[in-house]
């Protein structure tokens, strides 16, 4: 399956499947980009994905339902307009003959879920874990978010990580100043070059986020290493927001 992004706003990423002629997109935020290159590419939209309900994800689905020929599959929240079939945890869907589990995700927001294909290991968590980092707490709590993201890192090594935002370089000035290692810095260097030329750093790996994303409590700074693994999230997420 090829995987490609479509920029959206400052810093959203729209990820699109593509068999054939066909994508299936996922987190359409904003209809135009989309509609720009079902155009320039000669594309047709099949179905359109949809991890949580916040504007910069959902935003553009309304009106790309009237160019699509599939459905729209999403969280089980009313509040969103437009979805076709509501899925919770271990559903599984089937997208350009492409088969995906549902991991219910809570804690960015309540409603939030991933997609996951087994086959060549590919995860979209929209805002839960980014590279280096993770979803910010709006509608649950650390423990929650806490779980999701444990939920994700029982998914093997090679796990690719498509996320819904480009923050790794700030994420990484956040490491930095709280994890002293050699491979962190390399990856902040190589980050920062990436992004002064404008170039996406995503997708991820869970292999290597295990050794820069302190998140996943793999690799967390020295002074909160003896505390247990809920109160160690609390507090990198409380440091995070402070930074
Ligand atoms: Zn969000």
Same mark, same amino acid.
């Given at each position: 399956?090829?995987?490609?992004?479509?920029?959206?706003?400052?810093?959203?990423?729209?990820?699109?499947?593509?068999?054939?002629?066909?994508?299936?997109?996922?987190?359409?935020?904003?209809?135009?980009?989309?509609?720009?290159?079902?155009?320039? +590419?000669?594309?047709? $939209?099949? *179905?359109?994905?949809?991890?949580?309900?916040?504007?910069?994800? #959902?935003?553009?689905? !309304? %009106?790309?339902?009237?160019?699509?020929?599939?459905?729209?599959?999403?969280?089980?929240?009313?509040?969103?307009?437009?979805?076709?079939?509501?899925?919770?945890?271990?559903?599984?869907?089937?997208?350009?003959?492409?088969?995906?589990?549902?991991?219910?995700?809570?804690?960015?927001?309540?409603?939030?879920?991933?997609?996951?294909?087994?086959?060549?290991?590919?995860?979209?968590?929209?805002?839960?874990?980014?590279?280096?980092?993770?979803?910010?707490?709006?509608?649950?709590?650390?423990?929650?978010?806490?779980?999701?993201?444990? +939920?994700?890192?029982? $998914?093997? *090594?090679?796990?690719?990580?498509?996320?819904?935002?480009?923050? #790794?370089?700030?994420? !990484? %000035?956040?490491?930095?100043?709280?994890?002293?290692?050699?491979?962190?810095?390399?990856?902040?260097?190589?980050?920062?070059?990436?992004?002064?030329?404008?170039?996406?750093?995503?997708?991820?790996?869970?292999?290597?986020?295990?050794?820069?994303?302190?998140?996943?409590?793999?690799?967390?700074?020295?002074?909160?290493?003896?505390?247990?693994?809920?109160?160690?999230?609390?507090?990198?997420?409380?440091?995070?927001?402070?930074?």
């Amino acid at each position: 399956m090829n995987i490609f992004d479509i920029p959206a706003f400052t810093d959203n990423y729209i990820w699109a499947i593509q068999i054939d002629d066909s994508i299936t997109v996922i987190d359409p935020g904003d209809s135009n980009p989309v509609l720009d290159i079902l155009e320039e +590419k000669k594309l047709k $939209l099949k *179905d359109i994905l949809i991890t949580h309900h916040h504007y910069d994800h #959902t935003g553009g689905l !309304l %009106e790309l339902k009237k160019y699509m020929s599939g459905k729209v599959y999403g969280p089980k929240n009313e509040n969103i307009d437009g979805i076709d079939t509501a899925l919770v945890e271990d559903d599984l869907i089937k997208t350009l003959g492409h088969e995906f589990r549902i991991i219910e995700t809570p804690g960015h927001t309540l409603d939030h879920i991933a997609f996951y294909n087994k086959q060549t290991k590919v995860l979209f968590c929209g805002d839960t874990l980014f590279s280096a980092g993770c979803g910010r707490l709006f509608e649950g709590t650390y423990d929650q978010l806490h779980g999701s993201i444990q +939920k994700i890192n029982q $998914l093997p *090594d090679e796990t690719k990580i498509y996320c819904g935002h480009e923050y #790794t370089l700030s994420n !990484l %000035e956040f490491v930095i100043s709280q994890i002293n290692s050699e491979f962190i810095k390399k990856k902040y260097t190589e980050t920062l070059k990436k992004r002064s030329m404008n170039q996406i750093t995503l997708p991820s790996t869970l292999k290597i986020e295990r050794k820069i994303n302190p998140f996943l409590l793999e690799t967390v700074p020295d002074d909160i290493k003896s505390l247990k693994d809920e109160d160690c999230f609390k507090e990198l997420r409380i440091r995070k927001d402070n930074f």
